[in-house]
Structure formats: C-alpha cells, structure tokens
C-alpha cells in the first residue's frame, strides 16, 4: 500500500482556498472605510489646537479717582466738598523724593502723618504745626490742623494714602485753609481676589516753598493803615 505524506497545516490556515472571497470583502470595506476617514479629513482642513485659556488674576491696585478723596475748608461735614484737581498712583512708599515727581511740582514738604493703629507725627512747616487726625479701614473722614490757627491760607495740598506696597496721592491746587479743614476718603486697593485693603497710613504735603500764602486779614488791615498813613504825611510835605 502506498502512503502519499502531506504536509500538516498549520492552526488558523484552514481552507485559504475557500476563503479568500470573504477576506477580499473585508480588504475592500477596510479600504472604503480609510478613503472616507481621508476624504472627510480633507474636507475639514488642518487641525486647529484650541487655544488655552490663561486666568489672570485682577491688579493689585486699581487706577486712581479724583473722587476718591474730596476737600472742604469747613471740614468733611461741609455740603460742598470738592474732589481733587488730579491723582496719581504709584509702587512703594510716600517717600518725599516721589512725591516731588509726581508731576505736581518738586518743592513739597510733608505737614503730617497719620499711622495706623494711632501713631500720629506733626511738622512744623511756615511757622505752623500740622496735624492728621485718627483714620483707619478702608474709608472715612480725614482732618488737617494746624496750631496756630490761620484766618485763611492757600494751601497746594497734596493727600496721600497707602496700604501694602502702593500708595495714591491727591492733589488740591490752590485751596484756602482755615485751621482745621479735610474731607472724605476711600481705600482703591485690592488683592487678587477682589477685596479692599485698610490703609497704612495717610499723609499730608503741601508746596510750602512756591505756594501762595495769603497774608491774613489783619496783615492786609495794618499795611491799608500804613499806607494811608504815608499818604498824610505826604500832603503835609507839600503844603
């Protein structure tokens, strides 16, 4: 008897020849299907990275107001307070150097200071002593004195106040002072998340080099009589 020996096949081979249709059904659905994925590619056009939203958290200062702080020679009970004629807001401290590149002239002297929690410093500026009374938190009322007590004066009044590591300072040019005149004021500044800061303190300068002072009335009353008096004198020369 004769034995004619086969080769043995191998797991998964089965019959290729009875099926080769169903694998070249697959092959063609498999090529369909990757010419539809890069036709609707090609119709959506390169892809485009969405962008990335970048949160950035709120300044820690808000730009200045002159309403911010107002002014009245009668006092921040007066009916008529006056806001400020410019502001300014600067990094750092109240130092006189920065004051006097504010823009608002170069020949200020500070007139008082007033420290939170209660630590007040009194100036003596053009034979005046300047005083800032109690201020604290984030808004109130602010007073300037001064010992003697004028009839009028001029003042080229500079407020400053500052909290953290910024100050905002407010310039009243040319506003008459009678010994114990001030206003409203309120804290512009803010943390990252929105919330007011007390102040630190509160400062008064005032240009006490080139401000006009007005002599008072009864300088103005004793030169009138002076020159009244040489007018006399004068008529009795002549006749």
């Known amino acids: 008897m004769l034995y004619i020996l086969k080769p043995p096949i191998e797991a998964g081979q089965g019959n290729l020849s009875g099926n080769s249709g169903s694998i070249k059904t697959m092959v063609g659905k498999f ?10 590619a090609a119709l959506a056009g390169p892809a485009v990275a969405k962008p990335t939203t970048v949160t950035t958290p709120p300044p820690a200062t808000e730009p200045c107001s002159v309403y911010d702080v107002t002014y009245s020679v009668d006092g921040p009970k007066s009916t008529t307070l006056q806001i400020a004629d410019d502001c300014a807001v600067r990094t750092g401290n109240d130092k006189l150097a920065e004051i006097n590149k504010l823009g608002f002239g170069d020949t200020y002297l500070e ?22 009374d109690l201020v604290s938190g984030i808004s109130g009322d602010w007073v300037l004195t001064s010992e003697p007590s004028p009839t009028s004066l001029i003042l080229d ?47 008064a300068y005032d240009d006490a080099i080139t401000g006009s002072r007005m002599p008072e009335p009864g300088s103005l009353a004793l030169l009138g009589l002076a020159l009244a008096g040489l007018g006399v004198m004068r008529r009795r020369t002549h006749t």
């Open 157 to 203: 009044l500079i407020i400053v106040i500052k909290a953290s590591n910024t100050f905002a300072a407010y310039w009243f040019n040319d506003v008459l002072f009678d010994g114990s005149s001030g206003g409203h004021w309120k804290s512009i500044f803010t943390n990252g998340q929105g919330e007011v800061h007390q102040i630190s303190h509160i400062t």
């Open 111 to 132: 007139l008082a200071k007033f420290d939170t929690p209660g630590t007040s410093s009194s100036n003596d500026v053009c034979d005046y002593l300047w005083t800032l």
């Open 31 to 40: 090529s369909r299907a990757v010419a539809l994925t890069l036709f609707s």
